[in-house]
């Protein structure tokens, strides 16, 4: 198996990418694909790999914080019913250059102004019930998304549930991250049925996030100024997206 000097560079990037974002507490699964954009990976490729990152990524989060019981399965079951089989769809299906590129572009900002200004992290809404058809709606919405794009949707969802009042935040992360898991698995399993292979670099570049996770899960937010970061990673997802969006 042979790979390229930029293969490499994209794999450093990468995992320099996944210690800093594991590091405040975040998968990192929208820098990845806009990493491997700015390296030239095909687009063809950018889904698939992104997809598997976004699963060893949400695997290790999933664990840490299921463990530490931030995590609520009365809003993860409804979601995630809706999610998995709309994922898998979107992941089969392939965009054109012309609409793949603005959509992934918009995300890509949506969380850089997400670092920046932490949408509902102070939010005081009491706690309201889980309405189930409205979780499976949201949920389906935010699977085909997340399963077109290759990324997680966990952007989306964290800041939707916190909204409702359905859970809280520390408890929207743990939920969100199960449910990138699975969203990306099906989006993967989608995508796989379409393309029939893996790109051979995502060997490569998987070694280097889970590397970069541990890291960056060891060093921890104490070491790090955890707002300085955020909004250093914030304003290169902006910068990022909107490259995407205009090239």
């Known amino acids: 198996m042979e790979f390229l000097f930029s293969d490499y560079l994209t794999a450093l990037l990468i995992f320099l990418g996944a210690i800093l974002y594991s590091s405040v507490g975040h998968g990192g ?28 990524v949400s695997g290790i989060g999933s664990y840490r914080f299921i463990r530490h019981k931030l995590f609520d399965i009365k809003v993860f079951l409804p979601v995630a019913l809706g999610s ?11 965009l054109p250059t012309s609409f793949y590129r603005p959509l992934v572009g918009f995300i890509l ?7 920046i200004f932490s949408f509902f992290r ?13 979780a499976l709606i949201a949920g389906a919405i935010i699977g085909f998304i997340s399963g077109l794009t290759g990324t997680g949707g966990g952007i989306f969802l964290s800041p939707l549930i916190v909204f409702l009042g359905w859970t809280s935040v520390k408890g929207a992360s743990g939920t969100a991250a199960l449910f ?23 060997y490569l570049y998987s070694g ?6 541990f890291i960056g899960t060891q060093l921890g937010i104490k070491y790090l100024m955890e707002e300085g970061v955020k909004k250093s990673l914030g304003i290169v997802l902006i910068i990022a997206g909107f490259k995407f969006i205009l090239t």
Do not use: C, D, W
């Open 180 to 202: 990138i898991l699975f969203n990306s698995i099906a989006g993967l399993l989608g995508n796989l049925s379409l393309v029939k292979s893996l790109p051979q670099e995502i």
């Open 122 to 134: 102070h939010s005081t809404l009491v706690r309201n019930e889980v309405s189930p058809i409205i």
């Open 29 to 56: 699964a929208s820098s990845y694909i806009a990493i491997m954009a700015f390296m030239g990976t095909p687009l063809l490729a950018i889904k698939p790999i992104g997809l598997v990152l976004n699963i060893i």
């Open 84 to 94: 998995i089989p709309s994922a898998f769809i979107g992941g089969y299906i392939h």
């Open 109 to 115: 900002i949506l969380g850089g102004l997400q670092f």
């Open 208 to 213: 280097a996030v889970l590397l970069g996770v």
